[in-house]
């Protein structure tokens, strides 16, 4: 089954920001604040290593302003099967746990104290997963519908 899901009218928007050493402790930060199940969701994409996609709530486009990262809230986004935690594909970094997300406000603090590099506003053109709908649909795992 393929499910594109529209950013900002259903389950969430997506904040993009930077991978690496500073995005790696923005996401164990996560996994410690955010009890009792630790970080939210957060997707890596081979084809774009140098991003994390972390799954916040609907809404958060309209009030998100940080240099470190931008808020998608509009357009498509597809999701990588529940259960694939690596490569090939699209692949979960922090596996999607019933209805809970990452904190906007714990994302945002984490992100100054770890200073990861800025985006650039012409990142998300290049983007892919959330942005580019010539891009494959990821099908979901049947067995755990959304």
Known sequence: MTVPLGLGQRLFDVVVFASGTAGEAVVRDLDEEQQPYGCGPIIVDPARPDLLFGLVPRGTSRHWNHPLAHCLGSGD????????????GAYWHRPWKSTHL???????????????VPLSQGVLPQVGLPTDPSRARTNLDEEQPL
């Open 102 to 116: 990452v904190g906007p406000g714990m994302l945002r603090a984490a992100l100054d104290r770890h200073r990861s």
């Open 77 to 88: 986004f597809t999701v990588p099967p529940l259960g694939r935690l690596a490569p090939p």
